[in-house]
């Protein structure tokens, strides 16, 4: 029962494995490498594209703020043209107030330019390593098959591969259960010849006694049907006298 578990535990764990094994191909790790490293680099653009496009709002306010600022100019100088010094004023306040928002935005702009070109640099390289990966992705992809393909070829010449190792684990186990069935017929047969064990076709009360007397009978009767045989075969006629010749010179005397 001991041996019979152990068996059966051993082929689960070798089931396991191979699964696991299955479970495990390289090259399904290796695509979900390059699709992570795919969606990082898509990330990357995506934040390049939002600074561009901050940047970008940046440079139209500093366009409108620029145009304004020379507009209260204009008016500035227009109001106090027409003796409005307090509208001169008050323009003159606001483009104060516009050229420091110009300020802040430049400064802005700058900031979101640096971060920008640091960003683009860092979607290149990352793409440069990406493309990289892909390449040595497929060439290790393209080995490992190969491997699996000679693996698979060699299992299937030397009879190692799961398949035909199932196949000679069960060639094993019909020739035990051959050997042992053919070693309980012989010593079976031992015990029955020894008079150990008896036969269980014959007939109920026979021994070996009673065997040997039908065996003594039985060629006493075949003695005795061949000489009834012999006696009814046709008796042989008397074979005739050979002439010899010797008669021969009586019969010329009496002549």
């Known amino acids: 029962m001991t041996s019979i578990t152990q068996r059966v535990t051993t082929l689960f ?3 396991a494995d191979k699964a696991l094994d299955r479970a495990e191909d390289p090259r399904e790790v290796l ?3 390059y699709e992570q490293q795919q969606h990082l680099l898509q990330r990357v653009r995506r934040g390049v594209a939002d600074v561009a496009t901050s940047r970008k709002r940046v440079e139209l306010q500093l366009s409108r703020l620029q145009q304004s600022t020379g507009t209260l100019q204009g008016q500035a100088e227009r109001a106090l043209a027409a003796g409005r010094e307090d509208l001169a004023r008050e323009a003159l306040t606001r483009r104060t107030a516009v050229a420091a928002q110009i300020t802040d935005l430049r400064a802005q702009h700058t900031s979101l330019k640096d971060q920008e070109d640091k960003l683009t640099l860092a979607a290149q390289r990352l793409e440069g390593k990406v493309d990289a990966f892909r390449t040595r992705k497929e060439t290790l992809k393209a080995g490992y098959t190969a491997a699996e393909a000679q693996t698979r070829i060699t299992e299937a010449v030397t009879g ?4 035909m190792g199932d196949v000679g684990l069960a060639v094993r186990r019909a020739q035990d259960r051959t ?4 070693a309980r017929a012989g010593a079976l047969d031992e015990l029955i010849d020894s008079g150990a064990l008896d036969d269980a076709t014959l007939p109920a009360g026979r021994d070996d ?3 040997e007397l039908e065996r003594v009978t039985s060629g006493q009767d075949v003695e005795l049907e061949l000489a009834r045989m012999k006696e009814e075969l046709p008796a042989e006629p008397a074979p005739r006298a050979v002439d010899t010749g010797q008669a021969r010179p009586e019969q010329e005397k009496k002549s």
């Open 13 to 15: 764990r070798i089931k």
């Open 160 to 163: 190692i591969g799961e398949e």
């Open 179 to 182: 050997e042992q069935l053919q």
């Open 31 to 33: 695509d979900h490498s």
């Open 209 to 211: 006694i009673q065997a």
